[in-house]
C-alpha cells in the first residue's frame, strides 16, 4: 500500500540537541499528523495540522505543514532521554477515511 | 476515562486458523478503524467504521473482515491465516472530524505459526 516517505531509518543524536524529520509524499493531504510510537504501545497524536503553510507548536516540538501539501516536517528542539521512539509522520485526505503512514524513524538519544 | 481497549493483547495462531480481535472505544466515540503493522512499517489502514455501517476499506483480502456493534466496540475478523498475517493489529476510535482525534489503541499482537 502508498506509505509517505520518512527518512533516514534511524537516528542518533546527543541530550540536548534539536532534530528536524521530514515527511514527502507524491498526493496532495489535506491533514498531516505526527505521531510518536514507544514499545508495546499504540502511535500517540503529538500534533496534527490542518492548513497549507501552518506552523503548530506543542511544547519543545515544532510541526509545519508544507505550502505544497505535499510535504511536512517536525522538529524536536533540546531533546531529552524520554524522546525515543518511532515517529510517524500520516496524511488524511477524508476520503476512504483512511491515514496513511510513513514507515517511521527511529530517534535514539545519547545522554 | 479509559482510553481505546483491545483485547487479546497477544496471540498465537496456526496457518489456516481464524481470529477474532476486539476493541472497545473511548466512550462516547461512534467511529472505530483498524490498522495492520508489520515489523518495520508504519500502520496500513484495514477498515474504517462509523454507527455500524462500514465506511472505509484498505487494500486487504476478503479474508479480512469486520463489524460495529450497537455500543460501538468492534471485531476484526482474519479466516485462514497465513504467516503474513503476524503483525500488530491497531484499532483507533474518534468522535469525528477533524482526523486528529483518532486514538489509538496498544494493539494486538498476532503471531501465525
Known amino acids: 500500500g502508498q506509505q509517505l516517505n520518512q527518512s533516514p531509518q534511524s537516528m542518533f543524536i546527543q541530550e540536548g540537541e534539536d532534530v528536524s524529520m521530514n515527511c514527502t509524499s507524491s498526493?496532495?493531504?489535506?491533514?498531516w499528523l505526527w505521531y510518536k510510537q514507544e514499545p508495546g504501545e499504540g502511535p500517540v497524536l503529538l500534533i496534527a495540522l490542518y492548513k497549507a503553510g501552518e506552523l503548530t507548536s506543542n511544547g519543545r516540538l515544532t510541526a509545519q505543514f508544507g505550502i505544497t501539501r505535499k510535504d511536512s516536517f517536525l522538529n524536536i528542539s533540546a531533546s531529552i532521554p524520554s524522546d525515543v521512539g518511532i515517529y510517524f509522520c500520516?496524511?488524511?485526505?477524508?476520503?476512504?477515511?483512511?491515514?496513511?503512514f510513513g514507515k517511521g524513524i527511529t530517534l535514539s538519544v545519547r545522554p | 476515562d479509559a482510553g481505546v481497549t483491545q483485547s487479546p493483547t497477544h496471540l498465537i495462531k496456526t496457518r489456516g486458523q481464524h481470529v477474532t480481535l476486539r476493541c472497545s472505544p473511548i466512550?462516547?466515540?461512534?467511529?472505530v478503524s483498524w490498522y495492520q503493522q508489520v515489523l518495520g512499517q508504519g500502520p496500513q489502514f484495514i477498515f474504517q467504521?462509523?454507527?455500524?455501517?462500514?465506511?472505509g476499506r484498505g487494500n486487504f483480502p476478503d479474508r479480512f473482515s469486520a463489524r460495529q456493534f450497537p455500543n460501538y466496540s468492534s471485531e476484526l475478523n482474519v479466516n485462514a491465516l497465513l504467516l503474513g498475517d503476524s503483525a500488530l493489529y491497531l484499532c483507533?476510535?474518534?468522535?469525528?472530524?477533524?482526523?486528529?482525534?483518532?486514538?489509538f489503541g496498544s494493539g494486538t499482537r498476532l503471531t501465525v505459526v
Open positions: 467504521y462509523y454507527e455500524k455501517e462500514e465506511r
Open positions: 466512550s462516547g466515540h461512534k467511529s
Open positions: 500520516a496524511g488524511f485526505t477524508g476520503a476512504n477515511s483512511k491515514l496513511t
Open positions: 498526493s496532495i493531504f489535506n491533514t
Open positions: 483507533a476510535s474518534s468522535g469525528g472530524q477533524p482526523a486528529g482525534g483518532y486514538t
